[in-house]
């Protein structure tokens, strides 16, 4: 296997994880709405949304390793300046919420994170797709 083609599999991967965390915490939304009380939904909401936080940490080091090998290589498509510092963001909000440190835990500010999520998200799968076009144009004139 060349490293072209590791580096390909190591990206499905990572979408992957990423497609499984959104995955995962619209089940930690679902468990929240049709849990009957909040004693019992906050704490399983909770404990289904750190897993899915866990899944999208992993999958962040093969997205600094690509965005830094393309920024080094001046290779990066603008969309890498704008979905790297918006997935820190993202990641940082999203650590405090986990670690329950943040006193302004409030609904509104969770809505708020799933928005910049979702915006992040988003931009990974643009990003996804770029360099898989771009990968695929390579393998083409290769050929």
Excluded: C, D, E
């Amino acid at each position: 296997m060349g490293m072209g083609s590791r580096i390909k599999h190591i990206r499905k991967i990572s979408l992957g994880l990423q497609v499984s965390t959104l995955l995962t915490y619209i089940i930690g939304i679902t468990a929240l709405k049709k849990s009957r009380s909040k004693k019992v939904g906050i704490p399983k909401h909770g404990k289904i949304n750190t897993a899915g936080y866990m899944m999208g940490s992993l999958s962040l080091l093969y997205m600094a390793y690509s965005a830094l090998k393309l920024i080094t290589a001046r290779k990066a498509p603008a969309v890498v300046y704008l979905h790297g510092p918006s997935g820190l963001v993202t990641l940082s909000l999203s650590s405090l919420f986990v670690a329950n440190r943040w006193r302004w835990k409030t609904v509104k500010n969770m809505r708020i994170l799933v928005g910049l999520f979702l915006l992040t998200f988003s931009g990974g799968v643009y990003l996804f797709s770029t360099l898989n076009k771009r990968a695929m144009a390579l393998k083409n004139v290769y050929k």
